[in-house]
């Protein structure tokens, strides 16, 4: 199993956007369900959204429900994370997992500042 | 939310000698298929976080044999027999029993 690729991360300003990306290869995505976790700089870890394996269910931590959006591309073996109205406590390297496995990439990073 | 509670938070260790860190979950986390959902992990120091052990006993891939894990219900434990250089670092036991999945606060591995 090739260790997945997360990208999309950056700096930018609060009430702003972005949208992670992770492209996993090794596995058939569509078996697992797969989510997303986060690391705030010097903090634990906090699993913030998942999905099945068909996209028909979603869960997400409170801190975030109606500001993300999990989503998967099963053909394309790829996970996404779109993130809106970003505050200064989304700060926090990114990583995917499918199911429990996180978090074998290197993650990217979202910073969230004026 | 469920929470997880690790001790001790810090733990100072002798190369050779054995550790544990204990794991409570504030709810039972059995599942009705019979699986408790407890999973550890270790992140050394700046690297990114690795699962160790999967349902309460289950070693990854790789996973030296001195480590194990142990519990039931809400009580959990990981126990390394004999403590390498390599094993410092910050373990989490994590639950994935309750949506939503919670870590405990981490317990830091460090020689003495």
């Known amino acids: 199993e090739v260790q997945p690729v997360e990208s999309g991360g950056g700096l930018v300003q609060p009430g702003g956007s972005l949208r992670l990306s992770c492209a996993a290869s090794g596995f058939m995505f569509s078996s697992y369900w797969m989510s997303w976790v986060r690391q705030a700089p010097g903090k634990g870890l906090e699993w913030v959204a998942i999905t099945n394996q068909d996209g028909s269910e979603t869960y997400y931590v409170d801190s975030v429900k109606g500001r993300f959006t999990i989503s998967s591309d099963n053909a394309k073996n790829s996970l996404y994370l779109q993130m809106n109205s970003l505050r200064a406590e989304d700060t926090a390297v990114y990583y995917c997992?499918?199911?429990?496995?996180?978090?074998r990439g290197q993650g990217t990073l979202v910073t969230v500042s004026s | 939310d469920v929470v997880m509670t690790q001790s001790p938070l810090s733990l100072p260790v002798t190369l050779g000698q054995p550790a544990s860190i204990s794991c409570r979950s504030s709810e039972s986390l059995v599942f009705s298929d019979g699986n408790t959902y407890l999973n550890w992990f270790h992140q050394r120091p700046g690297q990114s976080p690795r699962r160790l052990i999967y349902r309460v006993s289950n070693r990854d891939s790789g996973v030296p044999d001195r480590f194990s894990g142990s519990g039931s219900g809400t009580d959990f434990t990981l126990k390394i027999s004999r403590v390498e250089a390599e094993d410092v670092g910050i373990y989490y036991c994590?639950?994935?029993?309750?949506?939503?999945?919670?870590f405990g606060q981490g317990t830091k591995v460090e020689i003495k």
């Open positions: 994590m639950q994935s029993r309750h949506w939503p999945w919670t």
């Open positions: 997992a499918r199911g429990t496995n996180c978090c």
